[in-house]
């Protein structure tokens, strides 16, 4: 998993937490953990349960 600020590759190591159901009655959780590099903030989002699967979770980008 690549970090979105400093675009280093770093070991995931997410919490995550549910959001709550989308249109497709599928629950969506938030995943989060801080880079361990530049200490920037990974947030992203995934349906469906959570698991080690770490490739289909949707990274956000922070726009300031
Ligand atoms: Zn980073």
Redesign the pocket.
Known sequence: MK??????S?FPDLQFSAIGQNGKGHYVYVYYQM??????P?IGIKEGAPSDNVEDIILLIICR
């Open positions: 970090c979105p600020t400093c675009d280093i770093f880079c361990p590099e530049c200490n920037e990974i």
